[in-house]
């Protein structure tokens, strides 16, 4: 079955997710800065959401976690929630 391992930041605005999205390609960690901004309740542990596989996320986060390619920050993506920054470290078949 194919299985994800990902982890996000999720803020309010689309503008904020580009802010962090630039700090984190000037070598800011995304661990830490989900921890200081993201308001997922995963922020805590630095973004984290563990092995998921696909329909259990929203489809827009769906779509990407399960197309992009590994270790790479992706987004703003938007869903009901709000804007995302999305990192996928793993991805099993």
Do not use: W
């Not at 998921?52 to 992706?74: A, Y």
């Amino acid at each position: 079955m194919l299985q994800a391992t990902a982890r996000h930041i999720l803020v309010d605005s689309e503008a904020r997710c580009l802010e962090l999205k630039q700090e984190i390609e000037d070598g800011a960690d995304f661990v830490q800065l989900a921890k200081d901004y993201s308001n997922c309740p995963s922020g805590k542990s630095g973004g984290g959401l563990g092995t998921f596989s696909p329909g259990r996320m929203v489809p827009e986060f769906d779509e990407v976690v399960f197309s992009t390619e590994l270790n790479t920050v992706q987004g703003p993506v938007k869903t009901q929630f709000g804007y995302h920054l999305i990192e996928v470290t793993g991805r099993t078949e």
